[in-house]
């Protein structure tokens, strides 16, 4: 048996964001590989008219966990969802669940945060800082604790051209910020958030960059780490390859390629396309989860895990690869035929929104009107367009990430281990 699957036999193990894809993932393997873990504590909250157990049912009834019913047939028993909402002050959390928390915990995942790029500055700061800050005030109540993986991105430091296994800081404390939010109205803070987030992009990742500094000023004695992965994609091979159910990001965009929606993006075709599968960032997490309990470093450990410094990809490469597979595997009834045009050139990308996408969709609203039924290619191209356009600023850049820590990682692991 693996070193790191041994680890976690017999661990109460806490996931925040378990429902989302990351965190899916992460349970997926936990259970998979370590069957005898004691119990996956997941914060949930209702959601779209599902209860917390209609919730894990299906997480659990799902393709993905197929695997894991046969090696851990009492999995149901094994997963504790426990209702929170990481909006709200101790993220009301009963007293009875909070209790158990604090008293069984052995590791901490913390996963959950808002990964829409357009979101408000209030609501991104309560979900990736506060929260984050209000997780690291319970772990640092609790005894049995051995790790505490904290998970951000490779772009909360986009703004530099660099970027090392450090945690920046930002240039006004989150503590201020955090306060200021507390009394200022929406109108102000929609105001003042461009001079806040300054050469940040979006407030995704000014917001995870200020949720490491957060981490890093609340460590107090725990054992912590942050781990940044680039674009997280499909699952490369485990539990089976090409695993989704996120259209975030590029998943969403070669979606849409594939249906035949988008056939030309403003994108520098020879930018690196830093996607990595998310097995391979679980498999890190794992691993990162087990070193930092086990040799437990003196400082806050950064890990990078990135694909463009291993097997560097770019989006014209990227391109092909997707029309390639559509064209053996296409879908069902597209739109389109699926076409990919890269341009770094303003006017030339507007041309071909203009002509490639707003006017066959207006058109096709047309005859969807003449025959009776309502129109919405208008409305869901004009959708995409915004989503591209917030994707721009990753699309048309290429960064260089140090991969010190994974590296060293990667030698202490068992030559199973080494292999996932
Ligand atoms: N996906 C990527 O490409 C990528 C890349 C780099 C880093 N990351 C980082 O990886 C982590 C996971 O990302 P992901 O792609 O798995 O995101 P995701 O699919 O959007 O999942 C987000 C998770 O956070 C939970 N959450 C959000 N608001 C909550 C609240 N108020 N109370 C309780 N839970 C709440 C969501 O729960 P609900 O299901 O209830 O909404 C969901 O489980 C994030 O920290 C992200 O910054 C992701």
Redesign the pocket.
Known sequence: MSTIAAFYGGKSILI????????KVLMEKLFRTSPDLKVIYI???P?AGQTLQQRVFQILDSKLFEKVKEVCPNVHEKIRAIY????QND?AISKEDMQELLSCTNIIFH?????RFDDTLRHAVQ?NVTATRQLLLMASQMPKLEAFIH?????SNCNLKHIDEVIYPCPVEPKKIIDSLEWLDDAIIDEITPKLIRDWPNIYTYT?ALGEMVVQQESRNLNIAII?????GATWQEPFPGWVD?I??PNGIIIATGKGFLRAIKATPMAVADVIPVDTVVNLMLAVGWYTAVHRPKSTLVYHITSGNMNPCNWHKMGVQVLATFEKIPFERPFRRPNANFTSNSFTSQYWNAVSHRAPAIIYDCYLRLTGRKPRMTKLMNRLLRTVSMLEYFINRSWEWSTYNTEMLMSELSPEDQRG
Do not use: E, W
């Open positions: 925040t964001g378990a429902t989302g894809f990351l965190g914060l949930v909250r959601k929170a909402d990481l909006n993220f996963c959950a945060a808002t990964v979900l998970i951000s991105t490779a772009y995870k940044r992965p680039s674009i997280v996120n975030n990001g």
